[in-house]
């Protein structure tokens, strides 16, 4: 059965017409203005420098089966278990109370969907959304429950210790115990994941650690529909990354698909979705990162970001790149 699975996907690569070499990919970090004409399926697109092997490992999950929600379910469980990572899984910087807590979500194209927020001691909180998604009538669970409903579905409990870096980060972070989070560093850093199947079909996945030393109990925008991940096989998927309030209030992610429903393309939609967000946080934007990431239905893509410094990482059949997105200011 297997060996079926992979031939029709070798035939259906074969045969598409966004086949391109190895050597038309774009080059690292070139501008991502170039890609609003260009159109790949299937496609892979996530946010960060840790994206890249995420990537690598979704790609592969999705040649291997062609399932593309177990592949951006298995290609972001890469970066919950990158040690290297304060910003992503329980190694992350943890709260203020010196607790990790994670939130993470995932979503397909036909609305299905599922989510977990300030869960506890779980390695992989996006396979525990996926079970929130596959065996309740729920959407979201939270905290406790979202633990309890871990133990239940077999999910092993992990010792609450901080990862030696963590560890370290937090002790100096207490000496003040301030809380002012600074853009482009390991501190809102989800990892936020987009695909597009060759058959047409979306898929997206979103996980973090959270801000780091936030208020116990805080939840940002990567466990919420529609702020960090929207996907919508009639029109495309979207994702964020950075400060999640501000993605929140502008709830980023639908917001760009909507654009895209509208007509714009995903380019367009990522810009308007920060112009929409430095104007509702127009006195703190100096302090505000905040990226957004989409595809639509056809293989077009967009990125932009409201500062300088968001990457993304981009897979498709012509090979991998990390790309810079344009951005504000």
Request: hydrophobic share 40%; with cysteine.
């Amino acid at each position: 059965m297997m060996s079926n699975r992979r031939s029709f996907l070798k035939k259906a690569l074969a045969s598409s017409s966004f086949l391109l070499p190895a050597g038309m990919m774009p080059a690292f970090g070139q501008s991502q203005y170039r890609n609003t004409n260009e159109k790949f399926k299937p496609l892979i697109l996530s946010t960060w420098d840790h994206g890249m092997p995420a990537n690598d490992k979704a790609w592969e999950v999705l040649m291997e089966t062609g399932d593309l929600v177990s592949a951006v379910e298995e290609g972001v469980m890469v970066t919950e278990l990158d040690m290297d990572n304060l910003s992503v899984g329980l190694q992350g910087l943890p709260d203020r109370e010196g607790i990790p807590t994670l939130d993470a979500s995932i979503m397909k194209g036909d609305g299905s969907c599922g989510s977990v927020a300030f869960v506890r001691q779980v390695r992989h909180p996006i396979s525990l959304a996926r079970k929130v998604m596959e065996e309740t009538p729920h959407v979201m669970l939270a905290g406790e429950g979202a633990r309890q409903f871990a133990i239940a579905q077999g999910f092993p409990m992990e010792e609450e210790v901080l990862s030696p870096k963590a560890e370290e980060a937090y002790q100096k972070w207490k000496v003040e115990s301030k809380y002012k989070p600074i853009i482009n560093i390991e501190n809102h850093d989800t990892i936020g994941m987009i695909a597009l199947g060759a058959d047409g079909k979306l898929a997206g996945s979103c996980t973090t650690s959270g801000l780091a030393f936030k208020m116990h109990g805080r939840v940002g925008d990567s466990p919420i529909i529609g702020a960090g991940l929207y996907v919508d096989d009639e029109v495309g998927a979207a994702t964020a990354t950075g400060l999640g309030e501000s993605i929140i209030r502008i709830c980023g992610s639908f917001l760009i698909v909507e654009l895209m429903r509208q007509g714009r393309t995903p380019q367009e939609a990522c810009e308007e979705a920060v112009r929409r967000l430095v104007a509702k946080n127009e006195k703190d934007i100096k302090d505000i990162q905040a990226g957004f990431l989409a595809i639509n239905k056809d293989g077009e893509y967009g990125a932009y970001a409201v500062q300088k410094g968001f990457t993304y990482a981009m897979h498709h059949t012509g090979g991998n790149a990390l790309l810079n997105a344009g951005y504000k200011f």
